[in-house]
C-alpha cells in the first residue's frame, strides 16, 4: 500500500507570494497527480506526470522518482488560487489503472 | 464536470435502510471508480470497475456494493447504512493513455450522505 505525505497540512500566505506545496510517496508509482478541489466545490485535476516537470500558467509540478518526491509550485499567488491541492498516486496494473491514493490534502489560503 | 452526473446530490437517510448512488457517464470511458472523501482520511477508493460487469474493491470497501451493467452507469449501494458511511461520495471517470501511464480521472460534483 503507497503511503501519501503531504506539507504542509495547512497554509496561509499573502497575494503575490510564491507557493510550494510538497508530496512523498512510499512506493514506486506509474504517475503522479495534482487534483485542486475548492470550498464546497468539485475535484480538477491539474496535473499528471510521471517524470520531470510540467508547467500550466502559475502552476508548475515536479517530480524526482529517485527520491519519491513531488512539488507544486504557484507563481504570483492569487486570493482566487485558495484551495486544498491533493496529491495522488497511481499505481499501474496489467488490467488497467486502480484507483488513486491520496494524500490528505493542503488547505491553502491567499490574502490580499 | 467532464460529462458525469452524480445522483443525488444529498441524501439524509437512516441506519439500517439501503442507499444506493448512481453515477452517469457520457464520455464513454472505460474505468469508473467510486471514492469516499472524510476529514482527516482524505479520499480513499471504495470500489472501481475496469469494464462492464467487471468490478473491484478498494481500499475501504466493506459496506458497499457496486454494479456497472452499462459502460455510462456506475450504482455503489450501501445494503444497510451505517453512521460511519456518513460522507461525500466522489464518482470519477478515466481512459487509459497507455501501457505503464497513469490516467487522468475526472470527477463527478459529489454526493453527501447523512446517515443518521
Known amino acids: 500500500k503507497n503511503e501519501v505525505e503531504q506539507s504542509p497540512q495547512n497554509l496561509t500566505a499573502q497575494e503575490g507570494e510564491f507557493i510550494t506545496i510538497n508530496c512523498s510517496y512510499s512506493v514506486g508509482i506509474s504517475a503522479l497527480h495534482w487534483l485542486q478541489q475548492h470550498p464546497g466545490g468539485g475535484i480538477v485535476s491539474l496535473f499528471m506526470l510521471s517524470s520531470g516537470k510540467k508547467k500550466h500558467g502559475r502552476l508548475i509540478a515536479t517530480i524526482n522518482i529517485q527520491e519519491k518526491h513531488s512539488s507544486l509550485h504557484i507563481t504570483a499567488s492569487h486570493p482566487r488560487d485558495s484551495a486544498v491541492y491533493i496529491c495522488?498516486?497511481?499505481?499501474?496494473?496489467?488490467?488497467?489503472?486502480?484507483?488513486?491514493?491520496f494524500g490528505k490534502g493542503t488547505h491553502l489560503i491567499i490574502q490580499p | 464536470d467532464a460529462g458525469i452526473t452524480q445522483s443525488p446530490r444529498h441524501k439524509v437517510t437512516e441506519t439500517g435502510t439501503p442507499v444506493t448512488l448512481r453515477c452517469h457517464q457520457t464520455?464513454?470511458?472505460?474505468?469508473m471508480y467510486w471514492y469516499r472523501q472524510d476529514p482527516g482520511h482524505g479520499l480513499r477508493l471504495i470500489h472501481y470497475s475496469y469494464v462492464v460487469k467487471d468490478t473491484d474493491k478498494g481500499e475501504v470497501s466493506d459496506g458497499y456494493s457496486v454494479s456497472r451493467s452499462k459502460t455510462e452507469d456506475f450504482l455503489l449501494t450501501l445494503e444497510s447504512a451505517t453512521s460511519s458511511q456518513t460522507s461525500v461520495y466522489f464518482c470519477?471517470?478515466?481512459?487509459?493513455?497507455?501501457?505503464?501511464?497513469?490516467?487522468?480521472?475526472?470527477f463527478g460534483a459529489g454526493t453527501r450522505l447523512s446517515v443518521l
Open positions: 464520455e464513454n470511458h472505460r474505468y
Open positions: 470519477a471517470i478515466s481512459e487509459s493513455v497507455g501501457t505503464g501511464w497513469g490516467n487522468i480521472q475526472y
Open positions: 495522488a498516486v497511481s499505481m499501474y496494473s496489467g488490467g488497467g489503472a486502480d484507483g488513486l491514493t
